[in-house]
């Protein structure tokens, strides 16, 4: 490694590395610098990697409570046939709090309404990462998967909504829909 009073810049050969100053023999600033952080370094860089989870994650109590009302308005809205309203009142709860897996669900919905299936997975999977046992995603999700022919998919899903939510509406609904589609012919 380097040692003090070692010179690494080609002073004598009539060489350096300087950026500044290319023809003439300079010091390395680098060399002079990384020496006194190398150990201060990895503590600073475990440090804020220990620190970065909680400072990006939190949401304070008035953000969540304003999420909640966005969402409830959104969801209200879209039950009305107002989609574009809902849609935006649905993606100003998600900035109010990402974590809103209920918001997510029901933006998935949104979209799916709309006709944009593709959108409508990528939200129903992100509410499905933030919140796996979300029923509006996983009945919804489940649809979606039922109606591209993947029974299999669709029958995981209604199995983890009836652990969590045996009783909800969610779980019933999926339960018809499964029970009165046709199942997938078995391979030879």
């Not at 008035?62 to 935006?88: C, F, K, N, V, Y």
């Not at 009945?139 to 909504?161: H, K, M, P, S, V």
Request: net charge neutral; with cysteine.
């Amino acid at each position: 490694m380097l040692r003090c009073g070692r010179r690494l810049d080609g002073f004598r050969e009539g060489w350096s590395i300087d950026p500044h100053t290319p023809r003439k023999p300079g010091p390395m600033p680098a060399a002079a610098l990384r020496t006194p952080f190398r150990s201060a370094f990895p503590a600073a860089l475990a440090l804020l990697l220990a620190l970065a989870p909680a400072v990006a994650h939190a949401v304070d109590e008035a953000s969540m409570r304003r999420s909640a009302e966005l969402g409830e308005r959104g969801i209200e809205t879209a039950a009305a046939g107002d989609l574009p309203a809902a849609q935006w009142l649905l993606e100003r709860a998600i900035a109010a709090n990402p974590a809103n897996a209920r918001a997510y669900a029901h933006l998935g919905s949104v979209h799916q309404s709309k006709g944009d299936t593709r959108l409508a997975r990528k939200y129903y999977g992100i509410a499905l990462e933030i919140d796996p046992t979300e029923p509006d995603a996983l009945n919804r999700f489940a649809q979606l998967d039922i109606a591209q022919g993947d029974r299999a998919t669709a029958e995981q899903r209604l199995r983890i909504l009836r652990f969590h939510c045996e009783h909800c509406e969610q779980t019933q609904e999926l339960a018809r829909l499964l029970s009165s589609a046709p199942a997938a012919p078995l391979e030879p």
